[in-house]
């Protein structure tokens, strides 16, 4: 499946966003979805989605920690389009067993602990999410950090065994605000106060004047450590 890559890379070169999620809809019938969390850009790619009624399965993690803002906005997505979106939550027990030994907020103690809590909460919930799928839609963009900018718009995800496909790879943060505008999109009002990157409630800031995008993720963290290993290059729980 790995060689489905450099085809999915040809084939949706010089299209534009709709046109590509149409086209791997199509090719891949029933093995293609796409992670929300519902941030700017997730809304742009979900509102392609509902408003052309791609048959592409459109899923979120939900960790347990999410600001009501999210909820929110998650709501008003589904009464606005009238489509499902399809919810992960973690393993009970490895919750429990973590929760127990140490505490609910034992990921500001060490680096190790926090990516603890983002494995369980969102890589395992991910994997079961991926699973038996063959594209991975996400709306990373090249802009939002360092390491992204090392990123194509087409990769492999060997630790899920398939093509992740990033439709507005390209596109700047002042194009996503355009389209979201242009199109009545519902957004998380939290961006209007500063939260360009937003995950779960305790583990994230507003970004102050001046700072990195994803600074407000993790801030208590070195600047390096700012993935939850979600999109990591190399495939493992751990960071970029």
């Known amino acids: 499946m790995e060689t489905l890559s450099p085809h999915i890379k040809q084939r949706t070169e010089g299209l534009d966003p709709l046109s590509a999620l149409h086209w791997l809809a199509d090719e891949f019938p029933g093995k293609v979805v796409f992670s929300t969390s519902f941030g700017w850009e997730d809304q742009v790619i979900t509102h392609m989605i509902f408003k052309n009624k791609l048959p592409i399965r459109v899923f979120t993690l939900e960790t347990g920690r999410l600001f009501p803002e999210t909820y929110y906005v998650w709501n008003r997505t589904m009464e606005m389009y009238e489509a499902p979106i399809h919810a992960y939550y973690p393993q009970q027990e490895a919750l429990e067993r973590m929760v127990n030994a140490k505490g609910p907020s034992s990921f500001y103690e060490s680096v190790e602990n926090r990516k603890e809590c983002c494995g369980i909460r969102k890589i395992e919930p991910l994997k079961r999410a991926l699973s038996?799928?063959?594209?991975?839609?996400?709306?990373?963009?090249?802009?939002?950090?360092?390491?992204r900018q090392d990123m194509e718009n087409v990769e492999w995800d060997a630790g899920n065994q398939l093509v992740k496909f990033h439709p507005i790879f390209d596109w700047t943060l002042d194009e996503v605000k355009q389209y979201i505008k242009e199109n009545n999109v519902p957004y998380n009002s939290l961006h209007d106060r500063g939260f360009p990157s937003i995950g779960c409630q305790p583990c994230t800031r507003a970004v102050q004047p001046g700072e990195d995008f994803r600074a407000g993720r993790w801030w208590w963290e070195d600047q390096s450590k700012k993935e939850c290993g979600l999109h990591s290059v190399q495939e493992i729980i751990t960071e970029k």
Not at 135 to 145: C, K
């Open 132 to 147: 038996g799928n063959t594209v991975w839609i996400t709306g990373i963009r090249a802009e939002q950090s360092p390491n």
